[in-house]
């Protein structure tokens, strides 16, 4: 144990474990393993090659080299920013003049910056009982804590009950809550919530604002993947707006499929305009603390794919064909993961679907000997079929079904 380590950095565990089975993965199929690696959150085509969005990857390279080379304002690109906000909002007047954005190194930036201006050292953020792993990551890092409510009620639905519970307790315990919710595709279940859902998100958020300040930030990384479904949370949030702080944290990562430029945003809501001036100064303080400035050539990219006239109808396009791949491995999913009994939630679509396992940690051992690689969670198996050939969709699913309970 290094003596030079502050003790609360001590003993951690280095590398993600999701980055640590995907490179065992990759080291066994190496030995000649028939390998299903659906461990990453990357979308492979039925080659296993990466998917890339050739407009996408034509922006950044027609970035001069002048914007390649100079630091980015620390807040963020203008024409960026002003994307950002057109995008996130969903053309809504009303949510662009009254919100702060702030350029980050991808979603996770985003997160970092919300998790850390709305938590007070010491306490903690409410999420649901799935949820992504690194956001218990970044809390523990700057000395937050996570806390969760029930994500699925008895009969499989959104367990708004036990969402109203664990906030109501939290803000009576800490006087203020962030509530962190992962919608559309959410990240790792694969469910998106109903407009039934939001509704009643909508009736918690307006009968607990009562209780102390509430923050709720939606993590919308995958939003682009489900047409049409953003409406409802911006609609929901929107009509809540005048009572909680709302935020979007917003990822070029998922949305271009340009994983490594690392261009993320978070726009931020208050419920009073006085507001504005003090979150901008908290959000550009944060940025100078953290990571100063962000890729400057990846917001350009990112601010031309969102509002050039030519461009953008292009990248929807090839994104469309991106979905069209994903919507088929999800239909194949689900008939086959159905018919072998397989418990998971409701999924239509996005990166990831999340199986009930009784022993996850076994499991997925055992998974791995047959050359299934998948993540284990408390109580399930995460399965990234972005990753998985069409093809071996089946196989992935049989091989579960005969393994999983």
């Not at 630091?71 to 919100?99: C, D, H, M, W």
């Not at 305009?273 to 003090?278: A, C, N």
């Not at 100063?292 to 050039?308: E, F, K, P």
């Not at 979905?323 to 418990?343: F, H, I, M, P, Y």
């Amino acid at each position: 144990m290094s003596k030079f380590l502050i003790s609360s950095h001590r003993g951690r565990p280095g590398n993600d474990p999701i980055f640590a089975l995907s490179k065992m993965a990759a080291d066994r199929k190496k030995q000649g393993g028939k390998v299903v690696n659906a461990t990453l959150g990357v979308l492979l085509d039925d080659e296993e090659r990466l998917f890339t969005l050739p407009t996408a990857v034509r922006a950044i390279h027609e970035v001069s080299a002048e914007q390649i080379a100079a630091y980015a304002p620390i807040g963020g690109a203008a024409p960026f920013l002003e994307a950002i906000r057109k995008e996130v909002s969903g053309g809504r007047t009303n949510l662009q003049e009254r919100s702060v954005v702030v350029a980050t190194p991808g979603g996770t930036g985003a997160l970092r910056h919300a998790i850390t201006a709305f938590v007070d050292e010491g306490k903690a953020l409410l999420t649901s009982s799935f949820y992504w792993g690194p956001y218990a990551t970044i809390a523990s890092e700057h000395d937050r804590k996570v806390r969760t409510f029930s994500m699925f009620n008895e009969a499989g639905a959104f367990d708004v009950i036990g969402l109203e519970a664990s906030l109501r307790s939290l803000l009576q315990e800490q006087g203020s809550a962030l509530l962190l919710l992962n919608d559309p595709c959410h990240n790792p279940t694969g469910y998106s919530m109903s407009e039934e859902d939001w509704e009643q998100v909508r009736e918690v958020l307006e009968r607990c604002a009562e209780l102390g300040a509430i923050s709720v930030v939606l993590d919308s990384a995958y939003a682009a993947f489900s047409e049409g479904s953003m409406e409802r949370p911006i609609r929901a949030l929107e009509s809540i707006s005048d009572r909680v702080l709302v935020g979007f944290c917003w990822s070029a990562s998922k949305t271009f499929l340009l994983y490594g430029q690392r261009v993320g945003a978070l726009m931020l809501v208050p419920p009073d305009k006085g507001d504005i001036p003090e979150l901008e100064a908290a959000m550009l303080y944060a940025s100078r603390g953290t990571w100063s400035n962000c890729n400057h050539a990846g917001q350009i990219a990112a601010s031309r794919l969102l509002s050039d006239p030519q461009l953008r109808p292009q990248v929807d396009a090839e994104r469309a064909q991106a979905t069209k791949l994903l919507d088929t491995r999800v239909a194949a999913w689900n008939q086959e993961a159905r018919s072998r009994g397989l418990r998971y939630p409701r999924y239509e679509g996005g990166f990831f679907v999340t199986v009930m396992s009784s022993d996850p940690q076994t499991q997925a051992a055992a998974l791995r000997e047959r050359d299934i690689f998948v993540v284990p969670m408390a109580g399930s198996l995460r399965v990234a079929l972005c990753s998985v050939p069409t093809t071996e969709v089946a196989r992935l699913a049989k091989v579960m079904g005969e393994i999983v309970r």
